[in-house]
């Protein structure tokens, strides 16, 4: 693996993504006669209600269209983000962000993008964070799905093998520290604890010995 899962997060304006129909779509004679129409030759639907409809101003959203005026758009509902990350979002990805609590509205854009729409009562930075908690993490068959990790983890697990306490973390990158000892004293507590305070910052997986 060459890098840690990441999430990159960017606030979504709704009214940045505004797209306004051209006035020349919705009156053809306003562009000299271009469409074809002389004043006697415009259809009689012509100025139908759709026609009419067309004229308010539009915002397209992750969730679909909406009048600007509408208080139902995801802007004036939720605190809105895209997700941006590096690792795909499968369907267990998605289940899992809509368990975060907060998360009110979910819409994966792509393989490395998704929408999400937090409740205005949650904390936005709260709600980021349990989600990279959640999906920033890998699992030990990830890890060690890496030929060349598996291996230095293999010949690390032979050296330590007569020894009865040892941790040992496998970062994401395949890098391996370990601490070890023949008992279970405060040397070892306190070596565990570093590697676990690491676990958070780099990723990874700890493994252990039969007797931890």
């Not at 840690?4 to 990159?8: E, M, S």
């Given at each position: 693996m060459s890098k840690?899962?990441?999430?990159?997060w960017?606030?979504?304006?709704?009214?940045?993504?505004?797209?306004m129909l051209p006035q020349d779509m919705i009156f053809p004679e306003a562009n000299g006669g271009e469409a074809g129409y002389s004043e006697l030759e415009v259809p009689a639907d012509f100025f139908s209600p759709e026609m009419f409809m067309q004229q308010q101003r539009l915002i397209y959203t992750p969730l679909g269209v909406?009048?600007?005026?509408?208080?139902?758009?995801?802007?004036?509902?939720?605190?809105c983000w895209m997700g941006h990350s590096n690792f795909d979002i499968t369907n267990d990805i998605a289940?899992?962000?809509?368990?975060v609590n907060g998360i009110e509205a979910l819409r994966v854009m792509g393989r490395y993008s998704f929408f999400i729409g937090v409740g205005k009562l949650f904390e936005i930075k709260e709600v980021r964070t349990n989600i990279e908690k959640e999906l920033c993490v890998y699992t030990?068959?990830?890890?060690?799905?890496?030929?060349?990790?598996?291996?230095?983890?293999?010949?690390?697990?032979?050296?330590?093998?007569?020894?009865?306490?040892?941790?040992?973390?496998?970062?994401?990158?395949?890098?391996?520290?370990?601490?070890?000892?023949?008992?279970?004293?405060?040397i070892y507590l306190d070596g565990l604890s570093g590697l676990l305070e690491l676990k958070k910052s780099r990723g990874g997986i700890i493994l252990r010995g039969n007797d931890g």
């Open positions: 840690p899962k990441q999430i990159a960017e606030s979504w304006n709704a009214v940045a993504e505004e797209m909406y009048p600007e005026e509408s208080c139902l758009k995801p802007s004036d509902r939720w605190d289940d899992k962000i809509e368990l030990e068959q990830e890890i060690l799905s890496n030929e060349n990790t598996q291996a230095t983890v293999d010949l690390v697990k032979e050296q330590l093998k007569t020894k009865k306490y040892w941790s040992m973390l496998v970062s994401p990158e395949g890098e391996v520290e370990y601490i070890v000892s023949d008992k279970m004293d405060k």
